[in-house]
């Protein structure tokens, strides 16, 4: 029996700047912290940059006339930061701006509808070098950015998202150290998130002042957090990472306050003092919607060795994608209930949801991602249990329409819809991509 989606349930794919677009020298585009990241050796595997990327810059008709073909209604995409202000701020590239009206007439024109992110971790280098996130003036710099961004596009765009995951801008960036900025710092960390909160905040603000009355969000990466045991370690492990991950940033948005036990437990490396009268406040404006990006459910130990969280995740078992991720598709379920009865009655756009496997083009020129199929499949039918126990969830997007640059990964993994052939940039829709057209097709599950 079919398993039938709402009318106006949105499907759709999602990429981001750096990761498809290339053209990284031209037209005005400035440095971003990941093109200075990626080029510093070790940082991603083989050296990989984005320089050249899908060079969707220079194809971005194929790539629309691709989302035609596969039946794709929806288009998250992101826009560069140092593409329409080099420096962060100040002067304005005005033929940045003209590549994302290109991009935004081209999706209309296709009948597909544009979901915009403002920020998906290219920080323009400039302003990294006077602090960056750690800077509380980066927040005010964003807030300039997004009216800009607005003026230009808002006329045409349904969808606007602030930031695109601040838990990995602020704690992989800033504490592991495994992306851009490449920074192993907790106490920057800590600020990084205030800062990238207060970021949305003011441009939730920017965006409403220049006319925005709907259709404004910001993307949280969630992860469904469980302990091993109910020893009482485990399950105070588990609470720690959840805290960390997930709380320290729906309190705030829907709270107007940071967790409790967070300060309590960050005390010793941070008072918090970033946080100025009226900044909570700023972080709470009222949002149109919330976008959540899953990947993975956490089994949780408590671990005394470790020195910031004192959790260990347990690796997982079952089926696992080529990152080492399993699926875990009730942990889907679980946060799309969670998130709707303990924070926000608003609508939810699961924005970001897919895996990497081992893909590679047969001898008949077909590239046979089972494994991509079946993720999707149980992954949708978490999001359709979600819809019967009465989230209001509103769309779904793959990540990612294009195999591209995996950011410290490089291209050694392929998380698309579609095959790239990066020497030469052909395109070839994988047999998901043939599947994912079916589902959308039908609005419906087999």
Same mark, same amino acid.
């Given at each position: 029996?079919?398993?039938?989606f709402?009318?106006?349930? !949105?499907?759709? =794919?999602?990429t981001?700047?750096?990761?498809v677009?290339?053209?990284?020298?031209?037209?005005?585009r400035?440095?971003?912290?990941?093109?200075?990241?990626?080029?510093?050796?070790?940082?991603?595997?083989?050296?990989?940059?984005?320089?050249?990327?899908?060079?969707?810059y220079?194809?971005?008709?194929?790539?629309?006339?691709?989302?035609?073909?596969?039946?794709?209604?929806?288009?998250? %995409? +992101?826009?560069?930061?140092p593409?329409?202000?080099?420096a962060?701020?100040g002067?304005?590239? #005005?033929?940045? !701006?003209?590549?994302y +009206?290109?991009?935004?007439?081209g999706?209309?024109? $296709?009948?597909?509808t544009?979901?915009?992110t403002?920020? /998906?971790?290219?920080?323009?280098?400039?302003l990294?070098?006077?602090?960056?996130?750690?800077?509380?003036?980066?927040?005010?710099?964003?807030?300039d950015?997004?009216t800009v961004?607005?003026?230009?596009?808002?006329?045409?765009?349904?969808?606007?998202?602030?930031?695109?995951?601040?838990?990995?801008?602020? %704690?992989?960036? /800033?504490?592991?150290?495994?992306?851009?900025?490449?920074?192993?710092?907790?106490a920057?960390?800590?600020?990084? @998130?205030?800062?990238l909160?207060l970021? /949305?905040?003011?441009?939730?603000?920017?965006?409403?002042?220049?006319?925005a009355?709907?259709g404004?969000g910001?993307?949280?990466n969630?992860?469904?957090?469980?302990p091993?045991s109910?020893?009482?370690?485990?399950?105070?492990?588990? #609470?720690?990472?959840?805290?960390?991950?997930?709380?320290? %940033?729906l309190?705030?948005?829907?709270?107007?306050r940071?967790?409790?036990?967070?300060?309590?437990?960050?005390?010793?490396?941070?008072?918090?003092?970033f946080?100025?009268?009226g900044?909570?406040?700023?972080i709470?404006?009222p949002?149109?919607?919330l976008?959540?990006?899953?990947?993975?459910k956490?089994? =949780?130990?408590a671990?005394? @060795?470790?020195?910031?969280?004192?959790?260990?995740?347990?690796p997982?078992?079952?089926?696992?994608?080529? =990152?080492?991720?399993g +699926?875990?598709?009730?942990?889907? $379920?679980?946060?799309? =209930?969670?998130?709707?009865q303990?924070?926000?009655?608003?609508? !939810?756009?699961?924005?970001?949801s897919?895996?990497?496997?081992?893909?590679?083009?047969?001898?008949?020129?077909r590239?046979?991602?089972t494994e991509?199929?079946?993720y999707?499949?149980?992954?949708? $039918?978490?999001a359709? #249990?979600?819809l019967?126990?009465?989230?209001?969830?509103?769309?779904y997007f793959?990540? +990612?329409?294009?195999?591209n640059?995996?950011?410290?990964?490089? &291209?050694?993994?392929? &998380?698309?819809?579609?095959?790239?052939?990066?020497?030469?940039?052909?395109?070839?829709?994988?047999q998901?991509?043939?599947?994912?057209?079916?589902?959308? #097709?039908r609005?419906?599950?087999?």
């Amino acid at each position: 029996m079919a398993e039938h989606f709402p009318a106006g349930f !949105l499907w759709g =794919v999602a990429t981001a700047a750096y990761q498809v677009e290339g053209a990284a020298r031209e037209d005005g585009r400035g440095l971003s912290i990941w093109d200075v990241f990626a080029h510093t050796p070790g940082k991603v595997t083989h050296g990989d940059t984005g320089d050249i990327a899908c060079d969707q810059y220079h194809r971005l008709e194929a790539d629309l006339d691709l989302l035609v073909e596969l039946g794709i209604p929806a288009y998250r %995409f +992101s826009v560069a930061w140092p593409r329409i202000m080099p420096a962060g701020h100040g002067a304005v590239n #005005q033929r940045g !701006l003209d590549y994302y +009206s290109r991009l935004v007439d081209g999706l209309l024109a $296709r009948n597909i509808t544009p979901m915009l992110t403002l920020y /998906h971790w290219d920080l323009p280098q400039a302003l990294q070098e006077v602090g960056g996130w750690t800077n509380r003036a980066t927040a005010g710099y964003f807030a300039d950015y997004a009216t800009v961004v607005y003026r230009a596009l808002g006329d045409r765009v349904p969808f606007w998202i602030t930031l695109n995951e601040p838990w990995c801008s602020a %704690f992989v960036g /800033h504490l592991e150290g495994r992306h851009a900025p490449g920074w192993q710092d907790e106490a920057a960390a800590l600020a990084a @998130t205030h800062h990238l909160l207060l970021a /949305h905040g003011q441009g939730v603000q920017a965006l409403r002042a220049a006319g925005a009355a709907e259709g404004v969000g910001i993307t949280l990466n969630l992860a469904w957090n469980v302990p091993t045991s109910d020893d009482p370690a485990d399950v105070a492990a588990a #609470q720690r990472l959840d805290g960390n991950q997930n709380r320290l %940033f729906l309190d705030p948005l829907f709270h107007a306050r940071y967790p409790a036990d967070m300060l309590a437990h960050y005390a010793p490396v941070s008072d918090f003092g970033f946080v100025q009268a009226g900044d909570l406040a700023t972080i709470a404006a009222p949002l149109d919607f919330l976008g959540i990006n899953y990947y993975e459910k956490h089994v =949780v130990q408590a671990d005394p @060795t470790d020195p910031t969280r004192g959790a260990l995740v347990l690796p997982p078992t079952g089926p696992l994608t080529s =990152v080492g991720n399993g +699926s875990d598709p009730d942990g889907l $379920r679980e946060l799309l =209930v969670r998130v709707s009865q303990d924070y926000t009655p608003i609508p !939810l756009y699961v924005t970001e949801s897919g895996a990497a496997f081992y893909d590679y083009v047969n001898p008949t020129d077909r590239v046979t991602d089972t494994e991509r199929i079946a993720y999707l499949d149980v992954h949708f $039918r978490a999001a359709h #249990q979600a819809l019967a126990q009465g989230v209001d969830l509103r769309g779904y997007f793959v990540w +990612s329409y294009l195999d591209n640059f995996e950011w410290a990964m490089g &291209y050694a993994q392929r &998380y698309g819809l579609v095959f790239i052939e990066f020497g030469t940039q052909r395109r070839i829709p994988k047999q998901s991509a043939l599947w994912y057209r079916q589902v959308i #097709q039908r609005n419906a599950l087999e």
